[in-house]
């Protein structure tokens, strides 16, 4: 009697997951996105605009409010211009110098990332305070503005630069030496226009954080009106006099312009992809 055929193994059954986890992780980002960044923003634009926009316009178009804008917008701007220059010095040097101490260096760029914005503003008034010790008072001056904006802004470029110059290839640089070309020369012709997306992306950063910053600048700036106020220090202000009107149409006339930045930002970044290209 012959034995029946053995019947083929039936192949496992896959159970589709009700939920795709790609789509679970796009919804849990959606949702933390709008409880941290997007609802928030939404009801202080609301806010600034519930007293209706003649009372917007009048708070930000008030005397303080314009000089404080105009000296943030500007001290800001300096400070973006100081450390593309020398915070491409640091990441050069960082990147094609060896020297004793160059990791404790590469190590201290990343210093004001780690410390609290206003422990940065004590520090600062007590050097560069009345009772400095190194002979220096920027204390309550429009200076001391931008030495605490340099300090707070300069990790941004180093970083931008830094890893541009690490995966530039030197070949080009040899060859150029090679056929009597100086030392600037190659720099101006062959490495510069490599950096020039890195240095505005950085600089773009730089010039976003030295607008809004608060911390390192409340101190130092002696918040004199139409003098060394900043608009950061002056919506501070407008909230201790009771004035939630005021500062709320102050913070979105920010929140426009760091939208703006970040625009720019984003533009120069895919120029420098398709530069790079």
Known sequence: MSQPAASAPSAPRRFAPAVSLPG?????????LSLVVLIPLAALTWKAQGGGWDQFWDAISA????????????VSLIVVLLNAFFGTVVAWVLVRDRFVG???????????FALPTIVVGVVLLLLYGTDSPLGIDVAFTRAGIVLALMFETLPFVVRSVQPVLLELDREMEEAAASLGAR???????????????AILSGGGLALAKAIGEFGSVVLISGNIPFETQVTSVLIFGRIESDNPGGATALSVVMLGIALFILLVIAGIQRWGAKHAG
């Open 24 to 32: 679970l992780a796009a919804g849990v980002a959606v949702l933390y």
């Open 63 to 74: 005397p303080d409010a314009w000089s404080a804008l105009k000296l943030t917008v500007a």
């Open 102 to 112: 160059q990791n404790v260096m590469n190590t201290l760029v990343d210093l004001p």
């Open 183 to 197: 030392q600037f020369t190659s720099f101006r012709r062959i490495v510069l226009p490599n950096l020039i997306p």
